[in-house]
């Protein structure tokens, strides 16, 4: 199971050490979410990218279906996730491993065309600053997209209207159904996408028949196919327990670091991508450690 990292900053979900891609997906019943979801990801997804940041990437149960982009670095805060995408998708140029901290993400402002954030923000406990740190690692009209958990759900007006739980949908408010797991309204979503200046051009919702009954009843091919056709109703509105949106970044956006990569997530200084050893701050004298191939950027090493 996770646990919660806590620290000054917003509390972190750590999947570290834990077997979720094995429990949650491979032996969970959830072949109709994903496979909804890979839908959802080819269709909004741009043909093509030159480098893309793949926030959130656990143990790459989606990394191949970026594989259009030239780059993809897959971040995520526990490293044995991490290890787990590397044993599958290998330790090519083409991939990049970063255990790190979302809110303080190690990359140079404008070093990527292409992100995405997906079943991901449901665990920020701080979403509008998770999504700022993304947003600043976009170049000009770089692409995102985001999934985010949906509290207004029909499952959860349901149980709302019939009394059977406390909060309300209908508000904007996130709502911490468990610790570090947030459901989010849709008008807070795109507003805090606005105050970013991301422009929102399709939202597709997802996973609208996520009913126990109906996955053991219902043969999966079906339940994709229909899924796949309803998708297209998010531009109307959006009642699914998981909604899709695909932004563009402001044109007035600066552009990297000349000739840096990383960034110190401790002083902001611009770092270079090496691929063994350490990488040391110029500024404050930090040191992060690389290991097996994997970047670790969520505690500095202690000498």
């Not at 200046?197 to 939202?203: A, H, L, P, V």
Request: aromatic share 12%; glycine share 8%.
């Amino acid at each position: 199971m996770p646990t919660k990292n806590s620290s000054e900053r917003p509390p972190v979900c750590d999947y570290e050490g834990s077997d979720y891609q094995e429990k949650f997906w491979e032996e969970g019943g959830r072949e109709y979410e994903d496979r909804a979801e890979a839908i959802a990801i080819r269709r909004m997804l741009p043909r093509s990218g030159r480098r893309l940041l793949e926030l959130g990437a656990g143990a790459g149960r989606n990394t191949t279906r970026y594989k259009d982009f030239e780059q993809i670095v897959l971040v995520d805060f526990s490293s044995t996730q991490l290890e787990q995408a590397q044993q599958t998708l290998g330790t090519s140029d083409k991939y990049i491993y970063v255990a790190a901290d979302a809110y303080r993400l190690p990359f140079v402002d404008g070093l990527f065309d292409g992100a995405t954030m997906i079943r991901t923000l449901h665990h920020m406990a701080d979403g509008p600053k998770a999504l700022a740190q993304l947003e600043a690692t976009l170049e000009p009209q770089g692409f995102f997209l985001l999934e985010f958990a949906n509290k207004l759900n029909f499952k959860a007006i349901l149980r709302y209207l019939l009394g059977q739980q406390d909060w309300s949908p209908f508000t904007t408010e996130p709502v911490e159904f468990m610790e570090l797991n947030f459901d989010f309204h849709p008008k807070a979503i795109r507003l805090w996408m606005s105050e970013l200046n991301f422009s929102i051009k399709r939202t597709l919702t997802v996973s609208h028949f996520r009913i126990g009954w109906l996955k053991r009843n219902v043969p999966t091919g079906l339940l994709v196919w229909l899924d796949a056709l309803f998708q297209y109703t998010g531009a109307l509105w959006q009642f699914t327990p998981s909604v899709f949106i695909g932004a563009r970044a402001s044109k007035d956006k600066s552009r990297a670091t000349k000739g840096s990569f990383f960034k110190c997530p401790e002083c902001g200084a611009g770092l270079p991508l090496k691929k063994s050893g350490q990488i040391d701050c110029p500024e404050c004298g930090l040191s992060w450690g690389i290991r097996n191939g994997i970047y670790n950027f969520k505690e500095a090493i202690t000498h």
